[in-house]
């Protein structure tokens, strides 16, 4: 009741504005319709690892990659591709403290995961930051995105089971050798994990071997189902695409 009352208060005084256009938002989120509707969602994608794939690419194609080597997670679910405007907002979430964006995108990927109609998993664990890291930026960008999906979903967040115990470099301008090098052992289980099933969150997938190597970490530590939840997914960088064959 009071949260409500809240809610109304902060309505009045600061009703949602479209965070790329200034229009009025819509439904209390800082988007309009227009801005809405012609966001890149990623509609044609790898059914494994979200990989965007050409419109005329059958429903349930692999990309090439996952075709040669799968993924170690079940699947990886992403709402948008990683292009204009979604670069300008993830950036302005992790490198100029844009909380608001943070809303905003995990409202989005909350929609879009609301529309799959799937299990839902019984953890959320996003993907953690090195220390230095964390202490640089004063927070978290995957754990801001999955806290208003454990509220939407009811499904608790863990941020202690997983630590990032190697700073690495960043993943831009490795090839893909170096990149699954850079980022092999960075993560480690600091306790035993008290669900089988369990959703990674990430603000954008770019190669996926963060995650992938997550998915191992947390496969090795007795989880039996292991999905990634991403707001966005990087198209470039892999090879041409396949149908499932
Ligand atoms: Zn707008
Ligand atoms: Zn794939």
Not at 89 to 115: I, M, P, T
Not at 220 to 235: C, K, L, N, P
């Amino acid at each position: 009741m009071v949260y409500n009352w809240l809610k109304t208060i902060q309505a009045l005084a600061y009703p949602a504005t479209c965070v790329l256009c200034g229009a009025p938002g819509r439904e209390g989120r800082d988007l309009c319709r227009g801005c809405q509707d012609s966001l890149p969602h990623n509609r044609h994608a790898c059914r494994l690892c979200a990989l965007p794939l050409p419109a005329t690419a059958p429903a349930g194609s692999l990309c090439g990659q996952c075709q040669q080597r799968p993924p170690r997670f079940d699947r990886c679910l992403a709402a948008l591709c990683y292009e204009h405007p979604l670069d300008h907002l993830v950036s302005g979430l992790k490198f100029r403290d844009k909380l608001v964006y943070g809303r905003l995108l995990s409202g989005l990927l909350g929609d879009f995961l609301e529309h799959r109609g799937h299990e839902l998993p019984e953890l959320l664990v996003p993907v953690p930051l090195h220390p230095s890291r964390q202490r640089e930026r004063g927070f978290n960008q995957a754990l801001e995105l999955a806290r208003p999906l454990a509220r939407r979903f009811g499904i608790p967040v863990d941020i202690r089971a997983l630590s990032r115990d190697r700073a690495t470099a960043p993943q831009s301008g490795l090839d893909k050798k170096e990149r699954r090098r850079n980022i092999r052992g960075a993560f480690r289980l600091r306790e035993g994990l008290a669900a089988r099933h369990i959703a990674i969150v990430d603000d954008v997938v770019t190669t996926g071997n963060t995650v992938d190597e997550l998915a191992g970490v947390l496969r090795r530590g007795g989880a039996a189902r292991v999905e990634v939840w991403a707001v966005t997914r990087r198209a470039g960088g892999r090879k041409a695409i396949a149908p499932d064959g």
